[in-house]
Protein backbone atom coordinates (compact mmCIF):
# COMPACT_ATOMS: atom_id res chain seq x y z
CA UNK A 1 0.00 0.00 0.00
CA UNK A 2 2.55 2.50 0.87
CA UNK A 3 4.44 1.41 -2.52
CA UNK A 4 1.44 2.15 -4.79
CA UNK A 5 0.72 5.34 -2.65
CA UNK A 6 4.42 6.29 -2.79
CA UNK A 7 4.92 5.65 -6.36
CA UNK A 8 1.24 7.63 -6.66
CA UNK A 9 2.83 10.71 -4.55
CA UNK A 10 5.80 10.89 -6.82
CA UNK A 11 4.26 11.03 -10.05
CA UNK A 12 2.05 13.85 -9.03
CA UNK A 13 5.26 15.65 -7.44
CA UNK A 14 7.52 15.09 -10.86
CA UNK A 15 4.49 16.45 -12.60
CA UNK A 16 4.43 19.25 -10.43
CA UNK A 17 8.01 19.44 -10.53
CA UNK A 18 8.28 19.29 -14.69
CA UNK A 19 5.79 21.97 -15.09
CA UNK A 20 6.89 24.41 -12.77
CA UNK A 21 10.13 23.91 -14.17
CA UNK A 22 8.33 24.91 -17.44
CA UNK A 23 6.86 27.90 -16.32
CA UNK A 24 9.95 29.08 -14.47
CA UNK A 25 12.20 29.04 -17.77
CA UNK A 26 9.13 29.89 -20.74
CA UNK A 27 7.28 32.62 -18.39
CA UNK A 28 9.94 35.23 -18.44
CA UNK A 29 11.11 35.26 -21.77
CA UNK A 30 10.23 37.11 -24.82
CA UNK A 31 11.73 35.90 -28.28
CA UNK A 32 11.51 38.54 -31.21
CA UNK A 33 12.00 37.51 -34.59
CA UNK A 34 13.61 40.33 -37.34
CA UNK A 35 12.51 39.43 -40.76
CA UNK A 36 15.30 38.92 -43.00
CA UNK A 37 16.97 41.71 -45.15
CA UNK A 38 14.92 42.28 -48.73
CA UNK A 39 17.57 42.58 -51.92
CA UNK A 40 17.83 46.62 -50.94
CA UNK A 41 18.92 46.99 -47.49
CA UNK A 42 21.18 43.66 -46.76
CA UNK A 43 24.35 43.35 -44.68
CA UNK A 44 25.54 46.18 -42.89
CA UNK A 45 21.77 48.10 -42.64
CA UNK A 46 20.54 44.64 -41.05
CA UNK A 47 22.80 44.02 -38.68
CA UNK A 48 23.12 47.47 -37.25
CA UNK A 49 19.00 47.67 -37.07
CA UNK A 50 19.69 44.23 -35.14
CA UNK A 51 22.00 46.01 -32.83
CA UNK A 52 19.70 48.89 -32.23
CA UNK A 53 16.66 46.69 -31.67
CA UNK A 54 18.69 44.64 -29.01
CA UNK A 55 20.08 48.18 -27.36
CA UNK A 56 16.42 49.62 -27.50
CA UNK A 57 15.47 46.73 -25.29
CA UNK A 58 18.02 46.78 -22.92
CA UNK A 59 17.20 49.88 -21.92
CA UNK A 60 13.22 49.05 -21.56
CA UNK A 61 12.03 48.62 -18.18
CA UNK A 62 11.37 45.32 -17.17
CA UNK A 63 13.75 43.86 -19.20
CA UNK A 64 16.74 41.86 -17.65
CA UNK A 65 19.08 40.50 -20.76
CA UNK A 66 18.24 40.84 -24.27
CA UNK A 67 20.99 38.67 -26.32
CA UNK A 68 21.36 38.13 -30.12
CA UNK A 69 21.08 34.64 -31.10
CA UNK A 70 24.24 34.39 -33.21
CA UNK A 71 24.37 31.96 -36.29
CA UNK A 72 25.83 28.96 -35.11
CA UNK A 73 22.79 29.03 -32.12
CA UNK A 74 20.04 29.31 -34.80
CA UNK A 75 21.49 26.89 -36.96
CA UNK A 76 21.05 24.69 -33.27
CA UNK A 77 17.58 25.61 -33.18
CA UNK A 78 16.59 24.78 -36.44
CA UNK A 79 18.76 21.11 -37.03
CA UNK A 80 15.98 19.45 -36.06
CA UNK A 81 13.59 20.56 -39.05
CA UNK A 82 16.48 21.26 -41.35
CA UNK A 83 19.32 18.84 -40.88
CA UNK A 84 22.97 18.35 -40.16
CA UNK A 85 23.79 20.15 -43.59
CA UNK A 86 22.70 23.24 -41.22
CA UNK A 87 21.80 26.48 -42.46
CA UNK A 88 23.37 28.25 -45.67
CA UNK A 89 24.13 31.45 -45.47
CA UNK A 90 21.94 32.18 -48.51
CA UNK A 91 18.75 31.00 -46.89
CA UNK A 92 17.06 34.06 -45.57
CA UNK A 93 16.70 33.52 -41.70
CA UNK A 94 15.39 36.06 -39.35
CA UNK A 95 17.52 37.21 -36.58
CA UNK A 96 16.47 36.06 -33.55
CA UNK A 97 16.91 37.80 -30.03
CA UNK A 98 16.04 36.40 -27.21
CA UNK A 99 14.63 38.89 -23.83
CA UNK A 100 14.91 37.91 -20.42
CA UNK A 101 12.49 39.14 -18.23
CA UNK A 102 13.24 40.79 -15.04
CA UNK A 103 10.24 38.27 -12.87
CA UNK A 104 7.98 40.11 -11.44
CA UNK A 105 8.42 43.69 -12.83
CA UNK A 106 6.02 45.92 -14.48
CA UNK A 107 6.26 45.14 -18.29
CA UNK A 108 4.37 46.75 -21.31
CA UNK A 109 4.58 44.54 -24.10
CA UNK A 110 2.29 46.66 -26.33
CA UNK A 111 4.20 49.97 -25.83
CA UNK A 112 7.31 48.11 -26.38
CA UNK A 113 6.03 46.16 -29.85
CA UNK A 114 5.17 49.18 -31.24
CA UNK A 115 8.88 51.10 -30.21
CA UNK A 116 10.13 47.92 -31.98
CA UNK A 117 8.24 48.21 -35.02
CA UNK A 118 9.46 51.57 -35.39
CA UNK A 119 13.02 50.51 -35.75
CA UNK A 120 12.41 47.62 -37.74
CA UNK A 121 9.16 47.28 -39.27
CA UNK A 122 7.97 43.84 -39.20
CA UNK A 123 9.08 42.64 -36.43
CA UNK A 124 7.55 39.88 -35.09
CA UNK A 125 7.32 39.11 -30.78
CA UNK A 126 6.60 35.96 -29.55
CA UNK A 127 5.37 36.16 -25.60
CA UNK A 128 5.34 31.84 -25.18
CA UNK A 129 2.37 32.84 -23.29
CA UNK A 130 0.31 31.02 -26.04
CA UNK A 131 1.84 27.74 -26.48
CA UNK A 132 2.96 28.29 -22.71
CA UNK A 133 -0.26 28.67 -21.39
CA UNK A 134 -1.57 25.06 -23.68
CA UNK A 135 1.83 23.47 -21.72
CA UNK A 136 0.23 24.47 -18.57
CA UNK A 137 -3.05 23.69 -18.82
CA UNK A 138 -2.11 19.86 -20.38
CA UNK A 139 0.43 20.02 -17.28
CA UNK A 140 -2.49 21.03 -14.32
CA UNK A 141 -4.81 18.30 -16.26
CA UNK A 142 -2.13 15.87 -15.58
CA UNK A 143 -1.45 17.08 -12.21
CA UNK A 144 -5.06 17.33 -11.15
CA UNK A 145 -5.37 13.50 -12.54
CA UNK A 146 -2.16 12.62 -10.38
CA UNK A 147 -3.74 14.08 -7.34
CA UNK A 148 -7.05 12.22 -7.78
CA UNK A 149 -5.12 8.85 -8.03
CA UNK A 150 -3.01 9.98 -5.10
CA UNK A 151 -6.07 10.64 -3.19
CA UNK A 152 -7.75 7.45 -4.30
CA UNK A 153 -4.66 5.04 -3.06
CA UNK A 154 -3.98 6.94 0.03
CA UNK A 155 -7.68 6.70 0.91
CA UNK A 156 -7.23 3.31 -0.08
CA UNK A 157 -4.27 2.02 1.95
CA UNK A 158 -5.78 4.07 4.94
CA UNK A 159 -8.80 1.74 4.52
CA UNK A 160 -6.16 -1.28 4.17
CA UNK A 161 -4.32 -0.10 7.20
CA UNK A 162 -7.48 0.52 9.09
CA UNK A 163 -8.64 -2.91 8.59
CA UNK A 164 -5.79 -4.98 9.05
CA UNK A 165 -4.63 -3.44 12.39
CA UNK A 166 -8.71 -4.30 13.48
CA UNK A 167 -8.60 -8.05 12.06
CA UNK A 168 -4.95 -8.49 13.76
CA UNK A 169 -6.39 -7.15 17.15
CA UNK A 170 -9.61 -9.20 16.44
CA UNK A 171 -7.17 -12.51 16.49
CA UNK A 172 -5.87 -10.60 19.88
CA UNK A 173 -9.02 -10.95 21.49
CA UNK A 174 -8.40 -13.67 23.72
CA UNK A 175 -5.03 -11.83 25.16
CA UNK A 176 -7.06 -8.33 25.21
CA UNK A 177 -9.72 -9.95 27.74
CA UNK A 178 -7.54 -12.34 29.32
CA UNK A 179 -5.31 -8.81 30.56
CA UNK A 180 -8.28 -7.46 31.76
CA UNK A 181 -9.55 -10.16 33.53
CA UNK A 182 -5.74 -10.09 35.54
CA UNK A 183 -6.30 -6.27 36.50
CA UNK A 184 -4.68 -4.65 33.74
CA UNK A 185 -5.85 -1.05 32.88
CA UNK A 186 -7.44 0.07 29.92
CA UNK A 187 -4.30 2.18 29.17
CA UNK A 188 -2.26 -0.50 29.89
CA UNK A 189 -3.78 -2.42 27.32
CA UNK A 190 -4.03 0.16 25.10
CA UNK A 191 -0.73 0.84 24.83
CA UNK A 192 0.35 -2.86 24.20
CA UNK A 193 -1.41 -2.98 20.91
CA UNK A 194 -0.36 0.71 20.32
CA UNK A 195 3.52 -0.01 20.23
CA UNK A 196 2.87 -2.96 17.74
CA UNK A 197 0.91 -1.27 15.12
CA UNK A 198 2.98 1.86 15.69
CA UNK A 199 6.65 -0.68 14.73
CA UNK A 200 4.73 -3.11 12.19
CA UNK A 201 3.17 0.43 10.82
CA UNK A 202 6.61 1.65 10.32
CA UNK A 203 8.63 -1.74 8.93
CA UNK A 204 5.62 -2.33 6.51
CA UNK A 205 5.68 1.59 5.37
CA UNK A 206 9.56 1.71 5.03
CA UNK A 207 9.76 -1.49 3.05
CA UNK A 208 7.13 -0.27 0.30
CA UNK A 209 9.14 2.61 0.30
CA UNK A 210 12.21 0.95 -0.34
CA UNK A 211 10.29 -0.18 -3.16
CA UNK A 212 8.92 2.42 -4.38
CA UNK A 213 12.35 3.80 -4.25
CA UNK A 214 13.79 0.81 -6.20
CA UNK A 215 10.99 1.47 -8.60
CA UNK A 216 11.10 5.67 -9.19
CA UNK A 217 14.96 5.26 -9.30
CA UNK A 218 14.95 2.56 -11.65
CA UNK A 219 12.50 3.92 -13.77
CA UNK A 220 14.43 7.45 -13.90
CA UNK A 221 17.77 5.42 -15.11
CA UNK A 222 15.60 4.01 -17.72
CA UNK A 223 14.31 6.92 -19.43
CA UNK A 224 17.61 8.45 -19.69
CA UNK A 225 19.20 5.73 -20.81
CA UNK A 226 16.82 5.67 -24.29
CA UNK A 227 18.57 9.36 -24.51
CA UNK A 228 15.15 10.70 -25.38
CA UNK A 229 14.88 14.70 -25.51
CA UNK A 230 11.22 15.01 -25.14
CA UNK A 231 10.14 13.87 -21.66
CA UNK A 232 12.22 15.71 -19.02
CA UNK A 233 14.36 13.91 -16.50
CA UNK A 234 12.31 12.04 -13.86
CA UNK A 235 14.90 12.73 -10.93
CA UNK A 236 12.48 13.81 -8.17
CA UNK A 237 13.57 16.62 -6.07
CA UNK A 238 15.08 16.57 -2.46
CA UNK A 239 12.14 17.86 -1.75
CA UNK A 240 9.79 15.41 -3.10
CA UNK A 241 11.91 12.81 -1.78
CA UNK A 242 11.25 14.16 1.93
CA UNK A 243 7.32 14.06 1.21
CA UNK A 244 8.06 10.46 0.41
CA UNK A 245 9.45 9.62 3.35
CA UNK A 246 6.65 10.84 5.24
CA UNK A 247 4.64 8.08 4.06
CA UNK A 248 5.73 5.68 6.66
CA UNK A 249 5.45 7.30 9.83
CA UNK A 250 2.13 8.35 8.56
CA UNK A 251 1.56 5.17 7.80
CA UNK A 252 2.50 4.04 11.15
CA UNK A 253 0.46 6.66 13.08
CA UNK A 254 -2.76 5.50 11.20
CA UNK A 255 -2.01 1.98 12.63
CA UNK A 256 -1.43 2.82 16.45
CA UNK A 257 -4.40 5.35 16.29
CA UNK A 258 -6.25 2.29 14.70
CA UNK A 259 -5.05 0.23 17.66
CA UNK A 260 -5.60 2.42 20.31
CA UNK A 261 -9.24 3.25 19.46
CA UNK A 262 -10.13 -0.53 18.56
CA UNK A 263 -8.81 -1.74 21.65
CA UNK A 264 -10.47 0.86 23.95
CA UNK A 265 -13.60 0.10 22.04
CA UNK A 266 -13.60 -3.86 23.07
CA UNK A 267 -12.42 -3.28 26.48
CA UNK A 268 -15.92 -0.90 26.98
CA UNK A 269 -17.81 -3.76 26.37
CA UNK A 270 -16.07 -5.56 29.14
CA UNK A 271 -17.27 -4.62 32.54
CA UNK B 1 -13.91 -11.15 51.64
CA UNK B 2 -17.44 -11.48 49.39
CA UNK B 3 -20.52 -10.57 50.36
CA UNK B 4 -23.88 -11.31 48.02
CA UNK B 5 -26.73 -9.25 48.73
CA UNK B 6 -29.84 -11.11 47.07
CA UNK B 7 -28.03 -11.12 43.80
CA UNK B 8 -30.02 -12.17 40.45
CA UNK B 9 -28.71 -12.28 37.16
CA UNK B 10 -29.75 -13.11 33.32
CA UNK B 11 -28.24 -12.32 30.68
CA UNK B 12 -29.61 -10.24 28.25
CA UNK B 13 -33.17 -10.93 28.08
CA UNK B 14 -33.06 -14.37 28.88
CA UNK B 15 -34.49 -16.21 31.86
CA UNK B 16 -33.17 -15.79 35.15
CA UNK B 17 -29.83 -17.85 35.87
CA UNK B 18 -29.21 -16.90 39.53
CA UNK B 19 -32.04 -15.63 41.49
CA UNK B 20 -31.81 -13.51 44.58
CA UNK B 21 -28.53 -15.45 45.80
CA UNK B 22 -27.18 -14.17 49.31
CA UNK B 23 -23.97 -15.97 50.13
CA UNK B 24 -21.11 -14.79 51.89
CA UNK B 25 -17.25 -16.19 52.24
CA UNK B 26 -15.01 -15.33 55.34
CA UNK B 27 -11.44 -14.44 54.62
CA UNK B 28 -9.55 -17.54 54.96
CA UNK B 29 -12.16 -19.92 54.04
CA UNK B 30 -12.45 -23.16 51.44
CA UNK B 31 -15.88 -23.41 49.80
CA UNK B 32 -16.85 -25.76 46.81
CA UNK B 33 -19.78 -24.40 44.30
CA UNK B 34 -21.59 -27.48 43.01
CA UNK B 35 -24.64 -28.13 41.04
CA UNK B 36 -25.55 -29.61 37.82
CA UNK B 37 -24.21 -28.52 34.17
CA UNK B 38 -26.13 -25.18 33.47
CA UNK B 39 -26.74 -24.10 37.33
CA UNK B 40 -25.22 -21.27 36.92
CA UNK B 41 -21.68 -22.27 38.60
CA UNK B 42 -19.45 -20.37 35.71
CA UNK B 43 -21.81 -17.28 35.80
CA UNK B 44 -21.50 -16.94 39.42
CA UNK B 45 -17.49 -16.66 39.14
CA UNK B 46 -17.65 -14.57 36.30
CA UNK B 47 -19.98 -12.51 38.92
CA UNK B 48 -16.68 -12.87 41.22
CA UNK B 49 -14.35 -11.40 39.27
CA UNK B 50 -15.95 -8.78 37.79
CA UNK B 51 -16.58 -10.13 34.25
CA UNK B 52 -20.37 -9.59 34.48
CA UNK B 53 -22.96 -7.33 36.37
CA UNK B 54 -25.59 -8.50 38.46
CA UNK B 55 -29.01 -7.44 37.33
CA UNK B 56 -30.12 -7.03 40.16
CA UNK B 57 -28.90 -6.58 44.42
CA UNK B 58 -25.65 -5.93 45.07
CA UNK B 59 -22.05 -7.40 46.55
CA UNK B 60 -19.12 -6.45 47.97
CA UNK B 61 -15.79 -7.41 47.65
CA UNK B 62 -12.94 -6.86 50.28
CA UNK B 63 -15.41 -5.02 51.74
CA UNK B 64 -16.30 -2.51 49.05
CA UNK B 65 -19.65 -2.37 47.14
CA UNK B 66 -18.63 -3.28 43.81
CA UNK B 67 -21.21 -1.21 41.91
CA UNK B 68 -19.59 1.99 43.36
CA UNK B 69 -16.20 1.26 41.79
CA UNK B 70 -14.54 3.19 38.96
CA UNK B 71 -13.13 1.23 36.36
CA UNK B 72 -9.51 1.80 37.46
CA UNK B 73 -10.35 0.80 40.69
CA UNK B 74 -11.97 -2.67 39.62
CA UNK B 75 -8.90 -3.89 37.67
CA UNK B 76 -6.80 -2.85 41.13
CA UNK B 77 -9.59 -5.04 42.34
CA UNK B 78 -9.40 -7.93 40.12
CA UNK B 79 -5.60 -7.67 40.79
CA UNK B 80 -6.20 -9.26 44.18
CA UNK B 81 -8.21 -12.42 42.67
CA UNK B 82 -6.87 -15.31 41.06
CA UNK B 83 -9.02 -17.01 38.50
CA UNK B 84 -8.05 -20.56 36.76
CA UNK B 85 -10.03 -20.73 33.92
CA UNK B 86 -12.08 -23.69 32.95
CA UNK B 87 -10.50 -23.51 29.54
CA UNK B 88 -7.41 -21.83 30.83
CA UNK B 89 -7.11 -18.89 29.04
CA UNK B 90 -3.44 -19.39 28.53
CA UNK B 91 -1.21 -17.31 25.35
CA UNK B 92 -0.17 -19.78 23.26
CA UNK B 93 2.54 -17.29 21.53
CA UNK B 94 4.12 -16.91 25.13
CA UNK B 95 6.35 -19.38 27.29
CA UNK B 96 5.09 -20.91 30.41
CA UNK B 97 7.10 -18.27 32.39
CA UNK B 98 5.62 -15.59 30.42
CA UNK B 99 2.25 -16.40 30.63
CA UNK B 100 2.55 -17.11 34.49
CA UNK B 101 4.59 -13.53 34.54
CA UNK B 102 1.84 -12.11 32.85
CA UNK B 103 -0.28 -10.73 36.26
CA UNK B 104 2.76 -9.44 37.78
CA UNK B 105 3.22 -7.53 34.13
CA UNK B 106 0.19 -5.73 34.41
CA UNK B 107 1.67 -4.25 37.59
CA UNK B 108 4.05 -2.75 36.00
CA UNK B 109 7.09 -5.04 37.86
CA UNK B 110 9.38 -6.17 35.42
CA UNK B 111 12.93 -8.27 34.97
CA UNK B 112 15.24 -10.50 36.65
CA UNK B 113 12.93 -10.08 40.03
CA UNK B 114 9.68 -11.56 38.25
CA UNK B 115 12.05 -14.35 36.60
CA UNK B 116 12.91 -15.94 40.21
CA UNK B 117 9.62 -15.72 41.33
CA UNK B 118 7.97 -17.24 38.57
CA UNK B 119 10.83 -19.87 38.10
CA UNK B 120 10.08 -21.00 42.04
CA UNK B 121 6.49 -21.38 41.82
CA UNK B 122 6.73 -23.20 38.84
CA UNK B 123 8.96 -25.44 40.48
CA UNK B 124 6.74 -26.37 43.17
CA UNK B 125 4.02 -27.39 40.70
CA UNK B 126 6.41 -29.54 38.56
CA UNK B 127 7.10 -27.87 36.16
CA UNK B 128 10.69 -26.89 36.19
CA UNK B 129 11.48 -29.08 32.79
CA UNK B 130 8.55 -26.97 30.77
CA UNK B 131 9.65 -23.37 31.98
CA UNK B 132 10.20 -21.95 28.34
CA UNK B 133 7.49 -24.48 26.53
CA UNK B 134 5.04 -23.05 24.85
CA UNK B 135 0.69 -24.20 26.02
CA UNK B 136 0.51 -26.22 22.83
CA UNK B 137 2.97 -28.22 23.51
CA UNK B 138 2.09 -29.05 27.09
CA UNK B 139 -0.45 -32.32 28.45
CA UNK B 140 -3.28 -31.11 29.95
CA UNK B 141 -2.55 -31.48 33.16
CA UNK B 142 0.38 -29.56 32.65
CA UNK B 143 -1.37 -26.68 31.03
CA UNK B 144 -3.69 -26.95 34.02
CA UNK B 145 -0.64 -26.19 36.69
CA UNK B 146 0.23 -23.33 34.17
CA UNK B 147 -2.86 -21.82 34.75
CA UNK B 148 -3.18 -22.62 38.27
CA UNK B 149 0.46 -21.00 39.03
CA UNK B 150 -0.36 -18.17 36.74
CA UNK B 151 -3.57 -17.35 39.04
CA UNK B 152 -1.80 -17.43 42.51
CA UNK B 153 1.56 -16.03 41.21
CA UNK B 154 0.26 -12.28 42.39
CA UNK B 155 -0.94 -13.71 45.84
CA UNK B 156 -4.49 -13.16 45.56
CA UNK B 157 -6.56 -12.83 48.66
CA UNK B 158 -9.48 -14.94 46.35
CA UNK B 159 -8.65 -17.22 44.58
CA UNK B 160 -11.35 -18.80 41.63
CA UNK B 161 -11.44 -22.44 39.78
CA UNK B 162 -13.77 -23.09 37.70
CA UNK B 163 -13.68 -27.01 36.71
CA UNK B 164 -10.12 -27.24 38.29
CA UNK B 165 -10.16 -30.87 37.49
CA UNK B 166 -12.50 -31.30 34.32
CA UNK B 167 -9.40 -32.08 32.31
CA UNK B 168 -7.92 -34.11 34.33
CA UNK B 169 -8.31 -37.89 35.62
CA UNK B 170 -9.24 -38.83 39.80
CA UNK B 171 -5.72 -39.05 41.55
CA UNK B 172 -4.40 -35.85 39.97
CA UNK B 173 -7.88 -34.23 40.77
CA UNK B 174 -6.92 -35.07 44.01
CA UNK B 175 -3.53 -33.68 44.02
CA UNK B 176 -4.52 -30.25 43.00
CA UNK B 177 -6.87 -30.31 45.59
CA UNK B 178 -4.53 -30.39 47.78
CA UNK B 179 -2.39 -27.99 46.14
CA UNK B 180 -5.44 -25.67 46.83
CA UNK B 181 -5.76 -26.24 50.10
CA UNK B 182 -2.13 -25.49 50.30
CA UNK B 183 -2.79 -22.26 49.30
CA UNK B 184 -5.88 -22.01 51.61
CA UNK B 185 -3.38 -22.84 54.74
CA UNK B 186 -1.40 -19.80 53.63
CA UNK B 187 -4.37 -17.25 53.86
CA UNK B 188 -6.55 -17.16 50.44
CA UNK B 189 -9.95 -17.62 50.83
CA UNK B 190 -10.41 -20.57 47.68
CA UNK B 191 -13.90 -21.14 45.70
CA UNK B 192 -13.82 -24.44 43.77
CA UNK B 193 -16.55 -24.38 41.16
CA UNK B 194 -17.11 -28.28 39.73
CA UNK B 195 -20.43 -30.84 38.84
CA UNK B 196 -18.06 -33.15 40.23
CA UNK B 197 -20.06 -34.94 43.46
CA UNK B 198 -17.93 -37.88 44.06
CA UNK B 199 -14.70 -35.14 44.49
CA UNK B 200 -16.41 -32.80 46.53
CA UNK B 201 -17.41 -35.35 48.87
CA UNK B 202 -13.80 -37.05 49.42
CA UNK B 203 -13.17 -33.12 50.91
CA UNK B 204 -15.10 -31.85 54.15
CA UNK B 205 -15.14 -27.98 52.67
CA UNK B 206 -18.62 -26.35 53.12
CA UNK B 207 -20.81 -26.31 49.47
CA UNK B 208 -22.71 -24.26 48.06
CA UNK B 209 -25.28 -25.64 45.89
CA UNK B 210 -26.59 -24.35 42.99
CA UNK B 211 -30.50 -25.56 41.85
CA UNK B 212 -32.84 -23.95 39.61
CA UNK B 213 -30.83 -20.20 40.32
CA UNK B 214 -31.49 -20.44 44.16
CA UNK B 215 -27.83 -21.23 46.59
CA UNK B 216 -28.40 -23.60 49.77
CA UNK B 217 -25.12 -23.88 52.34
CA UNK B 218 -24.10 -28.04 52.74
CA UNK B 219 -22.16 -28.91 55.47
CA UNK B 220 -21.60 -25.42 56.84
CA UNK B 221 -20.69 -27.26 60.16
CA UNK B 222 -17.54 -29.25 58.65
CA UNK B 223 -15.88 -25.84 58.03
CA UNK B 224 -12.25 -25.85 58.70
CA UNK B 225 -11.78 -22.66 59.54
CA UNK B 226 -15.00 -20.20 60.66
CA UNK B 227 -16.38 -19.94 57.20
CA UNK B 228 -19.85 -19.03 56.67
CA UNK B 229 -22.59 -18.44 54.18
CA UNK B 230 -25.94 -17.24 54.47
CA UNK B 231 -29.13 -19.91 52.62
CA UNK B 232 -30.46 -18.82 49.63
CA UNK B 233 -33.58 -16.40 49.86
N1 LIG C 1 -22.61 -15.53 27.72
C1 LIG C 1 -23.82 -16.10 27.92
N2 LIG C 1 -24.91 -15.59 27.29
C2 LIG C 1 -26.13 -16.13 27.48
N3 LIG C 1 -26.38 -17.18 28.28
C3 LIG C 1 -25.34 -17.73 28.92
C4 LIG C 1 -24.01 -17.23 28.79
N4 LIG C 1 -23.18 -17.97 29.56
C5 LIG C 1 -23.96 -18.90 30.16
N5 LIG C 1 -25.25 -18.77 29.80
C6 LIG C 1 -26.37 -19.57 30.26
O1 LIG C 1 -26.43 -19.46 31.66
C7 LIG C 1 -26.73 -20.70 32.25
C8 LIG C 1 -25.67 -21.04 33.26
O2 LIG C 1 -24.45 -21.26 32.60
P1 LIG C 1 -23.11 -21.51 33.39
O3 LIG C 1 -22.92 -20.38 34.36
O4 LIG C 1 -22.02 -21.74 32.42
O5 LIG C 1 -23.45 -22.83 34.18
P2 LIG C 1 -22.47 -23.94 34.78
O6 LIG C 1 -21.08 -23.36 34.85
O7 LIG C 1 -23.04 -24.25 36.11
O8 LIG C 1 -22.54 -25.10 33.85
C9 LIG C 1 -26.82 -21.72 31.12
O9 LIG C 1 -28.18 -21.92 30.82
C10 LIG C 1 -26.13 -21.05 29.98
O10 LIG C 1 -26.76 -21.41 28.77
MG1 LIG D 1 -19.31 -23.96 33.92
Given amino acids: MVYLASLAVAAALLVHQVTERWEMSLADGLTIQVPPPSEEDAGAVYSARVDQLVRLLGEWPGVGQARHLGPAEVSALLEPWLGEAGVSQDLPVPALIAVELVPGAAFDLAALTAEMRGVAPGVLVDDHQKWLGDLLVLGQSIKIGALVVVLLIIASAVTAVVFLTRTGLAIHQKVISLLHVIGAHDSYIARQFQIHALRLGLAGGLFGLCLAAATILSAGAWLRSTENEVLPDLALSLGSWSVLLLLPPATALVAMVTARITVLRSLARMP | ?233
Fill in chain 2, 1 to 233: MVRFEEVSLRYDAGPEILSRVSFALDPGSFHFVTGPSGAGKSSLLRLLFLGLQPSDGRFSLFGRDVAGLNRDERALVRRRIGVVFQDFRLLDHLTVVENVALPLRVTGQKGQKIHEHVTELLSWVGLAEQLNAHPPTLSGGQQQRVAIARAVIARPSLLLADEPTGNVDDRLAVRLLYLFEELNKLGTTVLIATHNESLVARFSHPVLRLKDGSMTLERAAYATSSSTAGTAA
